[in-house]
């Protein structure tokens, strides 16, 4: 079973991602940490993409392809694998569909988390993150037992400038620019399937079982 998984930031499809993993024991693949693993590697893969990334620029989609092929060749996905955060463009969408194709592969199944960007602003604008331990709160969600303050070692939470509400909104423009394309994109190809992502967690997990089967 492959998947991708596709959803604006805050989401929640990160989440959702692993816990399908656990569920249907597929390994979850990030780019992020396709690059991490090849660069601490040593690998000739590896060595290309941190040349890039020293000088402050983005790996070429071709290394990327490769990168992430690569890394789906490796035996703990002979039975599927979710890939998370990958691709993000119409062109690397058609690029790794080209690459599979050309391996007689193709995608099972292109779930999409949806959430209306005004919870998302919501939902992150409300995070609160602790500098001690690095542990994440939520005010409406998961607040901690005194307000501002860590429940696990006790230092003062600050809300992220990721997480800013106009952060937020400008992460969610350059998503619908650039990312959001590719809901139509895989609905070409019949494999997308959308479930509500402002559900609860579980539910949102349920609705996913029930297109992946149990």
Known sequence: ????????????????????????????????????????????????????????????????????M????????????I?????RTIPQAESLSAALRSRGDSLDYAINVHVPDEKIVTRMSGRRACPGCGHTYHVVYAAPHEEGICDKCGSALYLRDDDAPETVKKRLAVYHNQTQPL????????????????????????????????
């Open 183 to 214: 809901i139509e994109y895989y609905c070409g190809k019949k494999i997308l399937r959308t479930v509500d992502g402002t559900k609860d967690l579980e539910e949102v997990f349920q609705d996913i079982t029930n297109i992946l089967g149990a």
């Open 70 to 81: 690569d890394r789906i060749s490796q035996p703990d996905c002979n039975g599927g694998y």
């Open 1 to 68: 079973m492959k998947i991708i998984m596709l959803g604006a930031p805050g989401a929640g499809k990160g989440t959702q991602a692993e816990m399908i993993m656990e569920k249907y024991d597929l390994p979850h693949i990030s780019t992020g940490d396709i690059f991490r693993a090849n660069i601490k590697a040593g690998t000739e893969l590896g060595v290309k993409a941190k040349a890039y990334i020293d000088k402050g620029q983005l790996v070429p989609d071709s290394l990327t392809i490769d990168l992430v």
């Open 83 to 87: 890939l998370d955060g990958f691709p």
